[in-house]
């Protein structure tokens, strides 16, 4: 894919307006910040409102004609629209969120993670790449567009939905746009939720895996019994739930449920040529792993198994004695929490099915199971590599960036699929956090260079979009 | 083996004996029974001594012209001696232990577990089966076995050793006996510490399972990780954990550590042929263990299961999230609580290396691990069925219950296994609780009537060891 400039952005206008109003961008960036949206708290309810209704007036002091406050039973969205007034225009919808993982300075934070630091050329604060950083690059993104084309409304017509409840695992996200469809109508959704490769290597992620994970319980005696007057004569259920795990994988680490893979692609040739164009350094991905060697399905490299191949993992595993020294007990009970990655070709509701089937046939007499899945699991999404918006959207971040855009995924999972699938269309992913900004850990940050990058690409990104649309190529 | 009337005890002699020093015996031992002697509690160091010292007046006062506490570097042990008198007399060693399991009311105690309560036939109390009562039935039993017979002395030399850390693991035990191995010397030990197989059909013991336990810590990631971002590309701790679990049975539920059964027989025809004697009935058996179906290695029979058989079992397992709904990570560690039961034929410290070396050969890269056990492991022990003293130990419990004795094994391990090895001979079992007695547990009680046959049983046993001494036999 070529980077060529066909488009009607001048670079120099962007990056002029940019310098003039940097400043007053990350004030309000550092406003927003402050307001603790933490939406696993219910003692911040009313932080929520506060981050919608801010972030309402931002949009509107940026210019969008429609911007408002979607209620949800549990946190609020915001929703925004901004026509663009061409005949014929593309619909993009830009998706993020305002709400933000829990944080404590006694965390181990440096610096308190509600009161935003500027330091060094990054910005420290919870929230700072996810997502409030990578929302609000769009509202200067937008201005530097307008004013660098001269225009009063976008090339394309541009709506933005902020959801409040990403970091709650979004319960009532695909009940909302199911709901309001219509207005949300658009061409393609383009999240700003994910990150890229490093600073010095832009990427566009273009998919995420799904996830269908729940808890397993075993029942087996009433109350935890003697090991040596009972033990090797009845059902162990911290034994079973072992035994289950254990068969979960073959002999090539491949998840063992029968069916599983139906559906799912090796990766093609093309898609493993784009893998190899990565820098990636195995020692250096372990340490970001904090790992100490690879592990996985046979015949994939790392990056195939973490983006490209669906996956089992214990996530805990509980049951008997586990308090100092020993206690020679058979348990009442056992607890296994797990989680599958999916990707293209799966269906979360067909591997809840075979799951649950697997586990039933598999358990021996004396053992009872409750299988719980959290909600119905989420689809995986993809990019179709030849897809217009994706080249568009290259082109605009190899002009911001000046460098060659390479390809990524993401391993995590995410409500970008329920938007790719409720409103039918491809989603795009612009994102610029980078691995060492401390997502859901201690000391988050964005780095503002690549912040304002990004920021350089949205506004490269609507007159992209218009060309491809005006010469056909979408 | 029969029950013939081999020896110098009449039975009506004893009988009555025992109706007129009942009463004073059960209240002496609801003395005993009110001290709180819990050997895991550290505050309760000061009952232990007190229960001690109490036991050597109680053994004074029985007769016994030796009887002292023996310091251990935790809870002190009693030591007693009473010679016999007679040239060639055998001597023979009683054991049990004076130390209890904690007991609280508020943990279901119908009345207070250190306020001892008579009722319906039982005696309610911490330590009334366990071991309190069936250590001091032999203070009863060799009054009984003096004044039915007119001696002045026992028909055997008897020494007795009541070890205060039995509930606690036995942590001293081992070195005291080998420390005072000359004065310990017997012919035979009579462990009183176990049970029969139930009031309508009395049992002698004939074994006890071995024991090697220990924990495997298991260490992956340095933390816990994204499960998205990283799954499927490292080591997961609890997968490993499970897969470990797993491969230590092979599909027959055998143990499949290489060599773990070498040395350990089939149950002969003989032993087959006495286990099929008892009225084994599996429903009961199941509604005892808390249990609701049998499992184990194929091939035997439950209680081969539990008697005859060594196991590996499953105390514990622990590793990731185990709080309320889901958490999507790769842990950073797991750990596994594990017991292994032996039986004759196995060495704890052979099983120990080979479990060590299966360990560590199975782990992949990236996978570090503790493996630990708790002390040396307790060797299993066995009564040969053709021994003398089992004959004599026979006769004497069938002519108190006036019934067939069959025999039983003992799943759980105990530190008869050390006074087998140390002081090179065999042991005997004389117990008289019952399952529903309650060991370990809330609302421990002792069946009055058969702690009477059991002092019955005492009585009677000092005069068929000497008998068969006498006749050759022994």
Redesign the interface.
Known sequence: MSSTPDNDVPDPAVRTYLRTHRARFLDDLTHWLRIPSVSADPDRAGDLRRSANWLVAALRETGFPVAEVWSTPGAPAVYAEWPSGEPDALTVLVYGHHDVQPADRADGWDTDPFEPVARDGRLYARGAADDKGQVFLHTLGLRAHLTATGRTAPAVNVKLLIEGEEESGSPHFAELIAARAERLACDTVIVSDTGMWSPDTPTVCTGM?G?V???LDLY????D????????????P??E???????L?DEDRRVAVPGFYDGVAEPTDQERALLAELPFDEAGW?RT?????????RGHT?LE??WT???F??????????GP????????T??L?F?F?LVAGQDPARVQRLVGDWVAERL?????HELVF?GAGTRPCLTPLDHPGLRSLVRAMGRAFGRPVRFTR????GPAADLQDVLGVPVLFLGISVPSDGW?SVNEKVELDLLLKGVETAAYLWGELAADRRDGRW
């Open positions: 895996r996830l994970d729940g808890q087996g005696p009433d109350q019994i003697h090991s040596g007057s009972f033990g090797g004569a009845v059902p162990n911290a034994t739930a072992a035994r289950l795990v254990a068969a994988h372990l792993a904090a790992s100490h060697a690879t592990l996985g399905e790392t198994r973490i191949r669906p996956t993992e214990v996530n805990g595993i509980h049951g008997g004695y586990g020294g020993g206690k020679t007990v058979v348990p009442a056992a607890q929490k989680s990655r021996p007499a004396g053992i009872r959290w993401e391993g995590g999972s859901h």
